[in-house]
């Protein structure tokens, strides 16, 4: 009964692979994030859905397309990784009007190699 | 645009004592939310506290509270009787009342000894 579930929780892989990760959320939520921690530790906000269109899109490389199939849904496809891509991903869901209170996936530590 | 600062990269407490971590901010917005995220090892985000920049009250959880000065663009947290699994990265974060992200300082690092 997790509330915001990503898959995989670790994901190696060798540079110029194409990987997904996955994200559900069972919470009602109708606005989806993607944000990415880096080796710093630093937390930047990638993505964000709501109702299954795209309203935040922060300068990322068009390597990484989002997909929302629908509301409980947002994933994550990277095209052609890069040493660069090696980080951890953070899947996070809220409602309209309470975007104080998101929810947090648990991470997908991605290892490029 | 909007920033958050954590200027202290690492801290350290004795089990029982108190401490307290920094933050600073700067923005135009008069209505946004201010939070302070715990990360621990396990890597998961948790939402320790939360404020609202209209409320004059600072928050409380338990055994955390927060020192906000919207003057000053300040909202520092303050951890009583620290215990050992109060170790962990923590970040402090901003949004305003209609934006859809989280904007985060760059975290400090807690050590709690005995």
């Known amino acids: 009964d997790t509330a915001v579930s990503q898959t995989p929780k670790y994901l190696v892989t060798q540079m110029g692979n194409d990987k997904s990760i996955k994200c559900e959320q069972n919470l009602g939520h109708d606005t989806m994030y993607w944000y990415k921690q880096d080796s710093k530790k630093f937390l930047k906000i990638m993505f964000s859905y709501n109702n299954k269109e795209l309203i935040i899109n922060e300068t990322v490389p068009n390597r990484f397309s989002p997909k929302s199939p629908d509301k409980a849904h947002l994933n994550l496809h990277i095209n052609s990784l890069e040493l660069g891509d090696s980080a951890v991903y953070f899947c996070a869901s809220t409602l309209s009007g309470q975007h104080e209170k998101l929810f947090f996936g648990s991470g997908t530590q991605l290892s490029v190699l | 645009a909007q920033t958050v600062t954590q200027s202290q990269p690492e801290m350290s407490v004795q089990e029982a004592e108190t401490v307290t971590l920094s933050c600073t901010y700067d923005t135009s917005e008069s209505d946004y939310y201010l939070f302070w995220y715990k990360q621990p090892p396990s890597r998961q985000m948790i939402l320790v506290i939360r404020q609202e920049a209209y409320k004059q009250q600072n928050a409380t959880e338990n055994r955390f509270s927060v020192n906000f000065q919207k003057a000053a663009k300040s909202f520092s947290l303050k951890i009583s009787d620290s215990q050992l699994g109060d170790a962990a990265m923590y970040f402090c974060?901003?949004?305003?009342?209609?934006?859809?992200?989280?904007?985060f300082g760059t975290g400090t690092r807690l050590q709690v000894t005995l």
């Open positions: 974060a901003w949004s305003t009342g209609t934006a859809s992200k989280l904007t």
